[in-house]
């Protein structure tokens, strides 16, 4: 099982920019889907973005296309989620997934019932 570090979460006014980066220790890292998830106080959990293995391939949910973008830097085992243009209802605990299956495809990868166990994640909190 890959084991995943975030970071990068912070406080931020509305219309700012922060940057999250994910960073795996297998050295399979290259051979799964990625993606970012979060939950809001009160609310369920929510797809946020995803990207193939190969990182050729990106998926968004509506709420942040446009706005923000996923990326991995395969050497050094890492993923980034920048996001621009923040919004008060981004605030959010952003959490990191590598997918269980190797090559699977940026969009299987939103799915949230793949998964059933979840690390802390790290807070976003957007003021107004």
């Known amino acids: 099982q890959v084991q995943l570090v975030e970071s990068g979460g912070g406080l931020v006014q509305a219309g700012g920019s922060l940057r999250l980066s994910c960073t795996a220790s297998?050295?399979?890292?290259?051979?799964?889907?990625m993606g970012w998830f979060r939950q809001a106080p009160g609310k369920e959990r929510e797809f946020v973005a995803s990207?193939?293995?190969?990182?050729?391939?990106?998926y968004y949910a509506d709420s942040v296309k446009g706005r923000f973008t996923i990326s991995r830097d395969i050497p050094e085992k890492t993923v980034y989620l920048q996001m621009n243009n923040l919004r008060p209802e981004d605030t959010a605990v952003y959490y990191c997934?590598?997918?269980?299956?190797?090559?699977?495809?940026?969009?299987?990868?939103?799915?949230?019932?793949?998964?059933?166990?979840w690390g802390q994640g790290t807070q976003v909190t957007v003021s107004s």
């Open positions: 997934k590598a997918d269980w299956s190797p090559y699977t495809s940026a969009q299987t990868m939103s799915d949230l019932d793949r998964f059933d166990s």
């Open positions: 297998s050295r399979a890292f290259s051979s799964y889907a």
């Open positions: 990207i193939s293995y190969t990182g050729g391939s990106t």
